[in-house]
């Protein structure tokens, strides 16, 4: 079983509409929960990161974590062509002095104008 | 602009040549690493170095080397290459090792 586990999509869905992204992950020491976006042929760059539990906003991005399922989305609201990318969650824990950081593998979503 | 800066973007190389892959940033962070990322695969960790001065393995480091120049640059070496070495090869740096990673824009390496 892998640590992490992320849907490789791709999502499509129509320009405008709710769309939600999900992880699930085995190791209840995961800390950090963090969003990155890739667009293609470029690098990630990170959109979120939560500590812990909770949700936290960020315009149209709303990223929640629920450690007790195991579970983290991000909710992206009235979403744009621009949103299309790739979307790789991330979550990191301090082991025995150093982090642990893993990738899922990433859903790939088409937002079609 | 401020961030992770790799070289080169594209690489063709024949099975058994050798290479460096370069990676500078100007953020003054403390940690930077290498990944490569392959379809389905996600990102791997290949070697990272926590600070100026140490480098360790990571997931897959087999077939690499890795050098910590200074604080800005890291670079990692192919020595001999080999065709499962075609990848798009991530440098990335941060401050704190918890959360947030810049990433460069990758390097595009095919090894015929």
């Known amino acids: 079983q892998k640590e992490v586990e992320q849907d490789p999509g791709p999502l499509s869905v129509p320009e405008g509409a709710i769309v939600s992204l999900n992880c699930t992950y085995s190791?209840?020491?995961?800390?950090?929960f963090m969003w990155y976006r890739q667009y293609s042929r470029k690098g990630p760059e990170l959109l979120m990161y939560?500590?812990?539990?909770g949700n936290k906003e960020d315009g149209r991005f709303t990223a929640q974590v629920d450690k007790s399922s195991k579970y983290i989305s991000l909710f992206i609201r009235d979403s744009q062509p621009s949103d299309s990318a790739t979307y790789l969650c991330?979550?990191?824990?301090?082991?025995?002095?150093?982090?642990?950081?893993?990738f899922g593998t990433g859903t790939r979503l088409k937002v079609l104008a | 602009n401020a961030g992770v800066t790799q070289t080169p973007k594209f690489q063709v190389l024949k099975t058994g040549q050798s290479m460096t892959l370069q990676c500078a940033q100007d953020?003054?962070?403390?940690?930077m690493y290498w990944y490569r990322q392959d379809p389905g695969m996600g990102l791997r960790l290949i070697y990272y170095?926590?600070?100026?001065?140490?480098?360790d393995k990571g997931e897959v480091p087999n077939g690499y080397n890795v050098s910590r120049l200074n604080k800005r640059e890291f670079s990692l070496r192919l020595e001999s290459a080999a065709p499962s070495q075609t990848s798009v090869y991530f440098c990335?740096?941060?401050?704190?090792?918890?959360?947030?990673?810049?990433f460069g824009s990758g390097t595009r390496l095919t090894v015929v």
């Open positions: 939560t500590y812990s539990s």
């Open positions: 990335a740096s941060t401050e704190q090792g918890e959360w947030g990673y810049t």
């Open positions: 190791n209840s020491a995961f800390q950090y």
């Open positions: 953020m003054n962070h403390n940690s």
């Open positions: 991330a979550m990191s824990a301090r082991f025995s002095g150093t982090y642990k950081y893993i």
């Open positions: 170095s926590a600070s100026e001065g140490t480098t």
